[in-house]
């Protein structure tokens, strides 16, 4: 079966962008199309998957059909691709399906979201479409609140604390000091973070991610197409996906997310590989729990350990095994919704291809995964890129 | 009088005849309604109570009162203007916040309790007019919400937590497609704390945008119901934030929220 490569990456600042939709993703695909090594125009593309949660309610139809307008993508047939956060996660996985399947050879994965242009009443409501609205919402949750019910458990079922929480923070905070393409480039203390604004008990401001608006784009090819595209393709070997109940109370257990579980299983066995081959993963930290968890479910640390693998500062740039969040993740780098699955490809993309500079290159990085999550872990899709076709 | 009791929050007195429930809270002493009460929420108080005594099948119900909210949360017939004659049953309501279920004919009587939670005048009232914004039919949602026809469709299941037999055990809130599950089964209003969260009214959904503030936030906890299923509940008069893990929790209905003229009701925690 045909290898499938990303071989141009790029994407916008995130944070709050001065330009609207049509502006972001024009800026995040223009970058895509120029990091391409060889001759590249928009027109070689056969198929393209745009994910967003199309916040805001500004464009909701047909978002992905503007987006190509405006990016010399005109005529090639685009979908907007909704999974809520994993949006894009999951517009990567339709586009490398798309080429595994034999359609396609040269198809573009990407995402965006406008946040910052909302009043705050209107950020708040749709902070909250992506829950469970009928049972969830009734009960006053939106995701704060989802995730400080799975902390809380945590905290109870494996002696984790809101101090390891902060060392995630800290972390990544640290990471995306070195990354001009953060929303936060701002280390932070354990005492700041310790003590921050409590939004809903034990998650503090500092245990959340901005809101930030963002666009990114990939260029995925057939291997055939990719090596005349470029001699330093980055190759997916693993790609997976699965979904769970929406709503929390439905799950057996809230301190790990079965889909996560599912779709890094998935994701190993096709790149064959464990989760000890991994070097750099960027996960899903939409609040600092959410990493904490992940570590466990992605296999970095035992059921339990996440805590302890916080503690020690497991995931910190070159220390340990595997370098977590290299570009601030979530919480720092920030989480422009529709655009954050693929804003991690891009942060591998680069990785594996060892360009990244100020000081937050991943030493000897052979092998990455990105680990993207919908919601309170409704959907999750999971990708582990090399920098040698498994 | 037979009885007198703190049922679902409230002070209940109980008589062969007639039940009388009245709010804990008051004003200048004036019982009052408290933040998620009304006389709804007080007459399936009064409702339940007596089902769990005696049959109540039928029952006629005042101007003001939501008889559908009656009907699901405790299966009774709210019977038509026309048919008030043979109603056995008759729910009244006075200009407190007390409400009377009585036998037809009964001479009622209602009790001066001692029991009295003092509110602060500014706070009721405010919280009463953020009810009427709320409730007004300008009030409108963005697009993600509990449509009168969603609402409708999970009445059951949130106000008399019905939920679906499934071999040894319940799926709970009943699901379409649950291949092996039978018709549905009452569930106890019961549970214990699994997880709790305090919001802030800056992290609480838009819908308790008018009255979170007012309250310093939401108490949401995750419960194991006894029954089996877990679910996610709002607590109801937790100002304190006393809430702790393990603790033991019973349902009661309360107000949700309103919005497009429309009032949903739903079960809440009361830590007891």
Redesign the interface.
């Known amino acids: 079966m045909v290898n499938v490569a990303m071989v141009g990456a790029g994407q916008t600042k995130y944070g709050n962008h001065p330009l609207g939709l049509k502006g972001m993703w024009a800026e995040a695909a223009e970058q895509a199309f120029a990091s391409v090594d060889g001759d590249f125009e928009p027109r070689q593309v056969d198929e393209a998957f745009i994910g967003s949660l199309a916040f805001g ?1 500004a464009q909701l139809g047909n978002t992905a059909a503007l987006l190509t307008e405006h990016s010399g993508m005109n005529g090639v047939p685009v979908r907007r691709v909704e999974n809520a956060c994993a949006s894009s996660g999951y517009a990567l996985r339709d586009a490398w399906m798309a080429i595994k399947s034999g359609q396609a050879d040269v198809v573009v994965a990407g995402g965006i979201e406008k946040m910052n242009d909302l009043t705050p ?2 950020k ?3 902070l ?2 992506s829950g469970d ?10 995701f ?2 989802t995730y ?3 902390a ?2 945590h905290f ?1 079922e494996h002696g984790s604390s809101h101090d390891d929480l902060v060392h995630i923070s800290v972390k990544n905070h640290l990471h995306g000091s070195l990354n001009p393409k953060a929303h936060i480039q701002k280390e932070v203390s354990f005492e700041k973070a310790a003590s921050g ?7 503090t401001l500092y245990d959340c991610c901005p809101t930030s608006d963002g666009a990114s784009c990939v260029v995925l090819a057939a291997d055939h197409v990719a090596r005349q595209l470029t001699d330093t393709p980055v190759w997916i070997n693993g790609s997976g996906a699965a979904s769970d109940h929406l ?4 799950r057996p257990s ?1 301190t790990r997310l079965a889909a996560t579980q599912k779709a890094s299983k998935q994701a190993y066995e096709q790149a064959g590989i464990t989760a000890d081959d991994i070097d750099l993963a960027e996960v899903h930290d939409c609040f600092t729990i959410a990493e904490l968890m992940a570590t466990e479910d992605l296999g970095f640390a035992a059921r339990g350990q996440g805590g302890v693998f916080a503690r020690d500062g497991a995931g910190r740039l070159n220390e340990g095994a595997v370098t977590v969040n290299a570009s601030g993740g979530l919480k720092s780098k920030g989480h422009p919704l529709g655009a954050t699955g693929t804003g991690q490809a891009v942060e591998v993309f680069h990785q594996l291809r060892h360009e990244v500079t100020h000081g937050r290159q991943v030493r000897d990085a052979e092998v990455a995964l990105t680990h993207n999550v919908g919601g309170s872990g409704a959907t999750c899709a999971v990708h582990v890129f090399g920098r040698e076709v498994a | 009088m037979d009885e007198h009791l703190v049922w679902h929050g409230y002070l209940l007195s109980h008589h062969e005849d007639f039940t009388v429930i009245q709010s804990p809270f008051t004003l200048n002493g004036t019982r009052v309604f408290g933040a998620d009460s009304d006389p709804t929420t007080l007459a399936v108080a009064a409702l339940m109570h007596r089902i769990g005594i005696e049959s109540v099948t039928s029952v006629s119900v005042p101007e003001g009162m939501d008889g559908e909210t009656l009907t699901a949360a405790c299966g009774v017939e709210v019977v038509k203007e026309d048919d008030l004659d043979d109603c056995p049953w008759d729910l009244m309501m006075s200009d407190e916040a007390v409400v009377v279920l009585a036998k037809q004919g009964a001479e009622v009587t209602v009790p001066q309790l001692d029991v009295a939670v003092p509110v602060m005048a500014d706070e009721h009232e405010a919280l009463e007019q953020a009810w009427t914004k709320e409730l007004h039919h300008q009030h409108v949602s963005q697009g993600a919400f509990v449509s009168e026809a969603a609402y409708m469709e999970g009445a059951e299941a949130r106000l008399a937590m019905m939920g679906q037999q499934h071999g040894d055990s319940i799926v709970w809130p009943p699901r379409y497609g649950e291949r092996g599950a039978s018709e549905v089964t009452g569930m106890k209003r019961t549970g214990r704390v699994l997880s709790w969260t305090a919001l802030s009214a800056a992290g609480a959904p838009s819908e308790f945008a008018l009255r979170a503030p007012l309250l310093d936030g939401l108490s949401t906890v995750l419960l194991q119901l006894d029954d089996g299923p877990n679910g996610v509940f709002l607590l109801v008069d937790d100002e304190d934030h006393n809430v702790t893990m393990g603790a033991p929790v019973e349902l009661v209905l309360r107000r949700l929220y309103a919005q497009e003229g429309f009032m949903r009701y739903g079960l809440k925690g009361r830590l007891v």
């Open positions: 309610g009443e209107r708040r409501y749709w909250g479409v609205t009928e049972w969830e919402r009734l009960a006053g949750l939106t704060p609140g400080a019910l799975m809380r458990r109870h604004f409590m939004v809903a008990d034990p998650l709503a929390l109370h439905d809230i």
